[in-house]
């Protein structure tokens, strides 16, 4: 990919013979930009001999990431509720590409249970992991509670993921050089921490236990919640060949994840000819989960497939201690829930 690199000059002064020295540092060009398709992406990359686990395949960039990716030649794993629409989106694929390698997991991501079933009958299948990508969330303007009784947000968007992903890492660890995708929203800045709260008000703001916040905090609450566990991931992982990536889509991506919302569907309608179609909008998720230029940039945050964080709190998002007391926190609920795993 040296088409993707220049050298900028720059001058080093070198103590040993005491001048300036001119020297050439290996710099990335921007390849791809917000109207970049997914498929564009993938051009010239081989992921024929490449296993994808995707969650949330059946609507919105989910099915664009989970297709493109498909027709490349990747063997694709879809983890969804929804079987009726999963063969249906999986007779889609083949009928394009009638060799494709494609299989369906169910997994009610509101219900641990099943998501730890889930995660077991993966594991007994022996596939490989190259790209894990938990792309599958809700937003829902009512506060609705999940089977378990979390916060549909924080119970959907952080736990469901936060369970299969304990399953599948040491598989993900077995396949390395791999990649984790977690999929983030710039709405993260929308949570409510104030400077005055102290760790345990920020990990039940995170949890979605503040009655007083609204469905939008919420939302944010989880997103940001979905940042932490892939700043943890890299800090974790990255010794164990593992690359883990937070990813927004980009601004005003059309999909339907705020179905639920009038209020949304209008703004969806009226913003039409200015926004990202679910192509567009998958095209971050595809080029971090299998861009060579990418592989060794972990632990950062990707929109419109660049690496820039000047849109999040960076001192909310890259607060360790944070980060561990969360991943603590989900550790004790799905271990009361599931039971723990012993492997890990």
């Not at 000059?9 to 791809?32: A, C, N």
């Not at 709260?197 to 905090?217: F, H, I, V, W």
């Not at 230029?293 to 820039?308: A, F, L, M």
């Not at 001192?315 to 009361?336: C, N, S």
Request: overall charge positive.
């Amino acid at each position: 990919m040296s088409a993707s690199l220049d050298y900028a000059l720059s001058r080093v002064f070198d103590d040993k013979e005491g001048v300036f020295k001119m020297t050439s540092d290996r710099k990335r060009v921007r390849l791809f930009h917000s109207r970049t398709h997914a498929h564009e992406v993938l051009k010239g990359i081989n992921v024929s001999e490449k296993t994808f686990v995707i969650t949330g395949t059946t609507s919105g960039i989910g099915v664009d990431t989970a297709e493109v990716l498909a027709l490349a030649g990747a063997h694709v794993v879809f983890i969804n509720r929804n079987l009726k629409e999963s063969e249906n989106q999986k007779s889609r694929i083949l009928e394009k590409k009638p060799d494709a390698k494609i299989d369906i997991i169910q997994c009610d991501l509101s219900d641990l249970r099943s998501v730890r079933r889930a995660g077991e009958e993966y594991v007994a299948r022996k596939w490989p992991i190259h790209g894990l990508i938990l792309n599958a969330g809700v937003f829902r303007p009512a506060v609705l509670k999940t089977k378990d009784g979390f916060e549909s947000h924080f119970g959907v968007n952080v736990v469901a993921h936060f369970a299969l992903l304990r399953v599948l890492l040491p598989v993900v660890r077995r396949s390395a050089p791999s990649r984790i995708v977690i999929l983030s929203s710039t709405l993260s800045t929308r949570v409510g921490f104030k400077k005055s709260m102290n760790l345990e008000q920020k990990l039940r703001l995170l949890c979605g236990e503040d009655p007083s916040s609204s469905a939008l905090q919420k939302y944010g609450a989880s997103k940001l919640a979905d940042m932490h566990l892939a700043f943890k991931l890299h800090r974790d992982e990255q010794k164990n060949g593992i690359s883990t990536y937070s990813v927004h889509p980009g601004d005003a991506v059309r999909t339907d994840i705020f179905r639920n919302s009038p209020a949304g569907k209008v703004l969806s309608f009226l913003t039409t000819p200015f926004t990202k179609n679910s192509s567009q909008g998958a095209a971050t998720t595809v080029y971090c989960a299998t861009h060579p230029e990418v592989k060794e940039i972990s632990g950062r945050y990707w929109e419109s497939c660049w690496d820039d964080e000047l849109r999040i709190d960076k001192e909310a998002a890259r607060d360790v201690e944070l980060q561990e007391e969360l991943w603590k926190k989900l550790e004790g609920i799905d271990d009361r829930i599931n039971g723990k795993i012993e492997h890990l």
